[in-house]
């Protein structure tokens, strides 16, 4: 590709609105443009990376046995009506009604057009398990989109779907497509973890995300320093492993403490740690309302809390909910003398406190030298909190280190929920009807790319793993006036060209420095310079990666570049 005949409308300037660097760079370097908030075209070099990351995941996923295949973006209300998700996925789905009035959701994912497809094709044991997938633009209303592609409401996405007779092949499904994830984000070159996921509104029980590890990352990463343990921080459980105090139980008292709403407010006036403290939550859960009980230290965990009361829906409780209930307001809620309607539990390390610190339930007070079980009930104690960095790793092998993560895939065992919704039965070999178990498995195609970014460029630019750059080598003439320049750029186009090597032939009518700004901006990996030694034969070859340099003659740069592209 000529470089005067390209579309890169690349930039000098940092776009204000950027705020991360892969929103900056693919930008600057002229791979994407806004269309709206959250809404990007993939310019060509956009496009060209998009299709090798595409290409490598489409090779991973037959290798499967897994069925390429395309469904429609725009999906009928019924479907997700049968399975109560019309309401359930909340605002980020995209509404829609057409000239007869009729509801549609373009689609934030396809489970319920897939198993509607199936349910009539599936209907014996001898045509499973089946595994479809498909590459395709998803849409989710987001409320606040940023960070450029990784978080958007426009995005490509690969989702598949597999379908069993029973939960031992669901298994199978499932370590085969974890293998292949990790084989595909090997291949694109991140530095990435699998790790112990929530399944949140997709359903289902076991699931994995796997992490691309940047600073920009939105997900937190719990993992041991000594083992392979890595679990999101709110599905990392912790473990129930305090010491006993020792301490002698003192009187209950009740001391004013005005203006001290906060833990650390209260911990400051009474003159005692956050550990001493009694951290007192009201939620509503479902349509009930749960007091959560954590040392001061710790953070109540809502996953963990929807887990264990297998719950569809958890919220703080509003203030008004909590006056009402204790007449006080947030800052000074406690567990003692708490109201008959109110559920109480604790987290296991409230337990072990000794002379603690709560909310007396009226503004302005705290109760001191509180003791639990003493001087409150609890229903139950379970785990409740998010883990600290510091704590031992669940698979007793460590501490727990933390990391940021951006979400780059996911892996799901479904289990019936789909398909009992929808009536997707098959005949066991007993001739009896059975409900269709299924997997999930997705990658956020053009999240990967901007993770890709994060984790690959310098200062200059983007320095893209040869296996995914737009283009292979980077062909510059430094002065399209000089005639001797020009016939050996022309000359190396054609020869590389005809080696099958994807080359990028910037001929354009630039000075010097904005051609090697532009080269280094955009990223490809081996750069061949035609300049003033052309007249002697001799052009330059530099590395992109690590910027090393060396001259060749134009007979023998051919044979190099293949020997670098290996």
């Known amino acids: 590709m000529r470089q005067s005949q390209a579309f890169i409308p690349t ?13 900056q760079l693919l930008l600057r370097a002229g791979f994407i443009r806004q269309t709206a908030s959250g809404i990007y075209s993939f310019l060509p070099l956009g496009k060209k990376v998009l299709q090798h990351i595409e290409a490598i995941i489409r090779e991973e996923m037959d290798a499967t046995g897994a069925n390429e295949m395309l469904m429609p973006a725009l999906q009928p209300a019924e479907l997700w009506h049968q399975t109560e998700r019309w309401d359930a996925f909340g605002p980020e789905l995209m509404r829609m009604k057409d000239r007869h009035d009729r509801s ?11 198993t509607s497809l199936v349910k009539d094709e599936l209907n014996s044991y001898k045509k ?17 989109p940023r960070f450029g592609l990784l978080r958007g409401r426009e995005f490509v996405m690969k989702d598949a779907y597999s379908f069993h007779d029973s939960y031992e092949s669901l298994d199978q499904a499932y370590e085969l497509m974890y293998q292949a994830y990790s084989n595909i984000f090997s291949r694109l070159g991140l530095n990435f973890r699998a790790v112990i996921a929530d399944s949140g509104a997709m359903g289902g029980k076991d699931t994995h995300e796997f992490m691309a590890l940047s600073e920009v990352g939105e997900d937190v990463i719990a993992f041991s320093d000594t083992s392979s343990y890595a679990a999101n921080i709110e599905m990392a459980p912790s ?9 002698t139980m003192l009187p209950l008292d009740k001391l004013a403490t005005p203006n001290q709403k906060t833990m650390q407010e209260v911990a400051d006036f009474l003159g005692h740690s956050l550990e001493q403290g009694l951290k007192t ?28 009361y297998q719950a569809s829906t958890v919220e703080l409780a509003t203030e008004e909910d909590a006056t009402n209930l204790f007449h006080a ?3 000074s809620l406690g567990p003692i003398h708490c109201s008959s309607d109110v559920e109480i539990i604790a987290d296991y390390g409230v337990r072990y406190v000794r002379n603690a610190t709560c909310g007396a339930n009226e503004d302005g007070y705290h109760y001191v030298n509180v003791n639990p079980e003493r001087d409150f009930k609890v229903t139950q104690f379970a785990d409740l909190r998010f883990v600290k960095e510091g704590d031992p790793s669940p698979d007793g092998s460590g501490k727990l280190q933390f990391a940021r993560g951006i979400e780059i895939g996911q892996v799901f065992k479904l289990g019936s929920f ?11 070999e007993q001739g009896k009807a059975k409900t269709l178990i299924m997997g999930c498995y997705g990658i956020g195609v053009s999240r990967t790319l901007a993770a890709i970014v994060e984790q690959y460029h310098d200062e200059k630019g983007m320095v893209w793993p040869k296996q995914l750059a737009p283009f292979q080598v980077h062909l510059l003439v430094m002065n399209s006036k000089k005639e001797d320049q020009v016939e050996v750029a022309d000359h190396l186009y054609q020869a590389l060209r005809a080696k099958g090597i994807d080359v990028l032939y910037d001929d354009r009518s630039e000075r010097a420095g904005v051609k090697f700004a532009d080269s ?22 530099k590395i992109r990666e690590n910027g090393e340099q060396s001259e060749h003659q134009q007979s023998e740069v051919i044979d190099h570049i293949q020997s670098l592209l290996v």
């Not at 689609?107 to 897939?114: C, D, F, K, L, S």
């Not at 398990?129 to 409320?143: A, C, N, V, W």
């Not at 349509?287 to 929807?306: A, M, P, W, Y």
């Not at 280094?520 to 070859?541: F, H, M, N, Q, W």
């Open 239 to 247: 473990m129930d492993q305090y010491t006993e105090s020792q301490e």
């Open 281 to 308: 939550l009201l939620f509503k859960i479902d349509q009930s309302f749960v007091l959560v009980v954590t040392r001061g230290d710790h953070e109540v965990n809502d996953i963990k809390l929807k887990h264990l």
């Open 104 to 114: 549609f959701a373009l689609g934030a994912t396809h489970e319920e057009v897939i």
């Open 329 to 331: 307001g947030f800052g």
């Open 128 to 144: 499973l398990p089946l595994t479809l997938y498909q590459i395709q633009t998803k849409y989710r209303d987001e409320k606040r």
């Open 520 to 541: 280094d901006l955009i990223g490809i990996p081996i750069r061949i310079t035609v300049g003033k030694r052309a007249s002697e034969g001799y052009v330059e070859c």
């Open 418 to 428: 789909y398909a009992e919704k929808l009536g997707a039965n098959f005949l066991n």
């Open 11 to 23: 930039l000098k300037e940092v776009p204000a609105d950027a705020d991360i660097v892969s929103h």
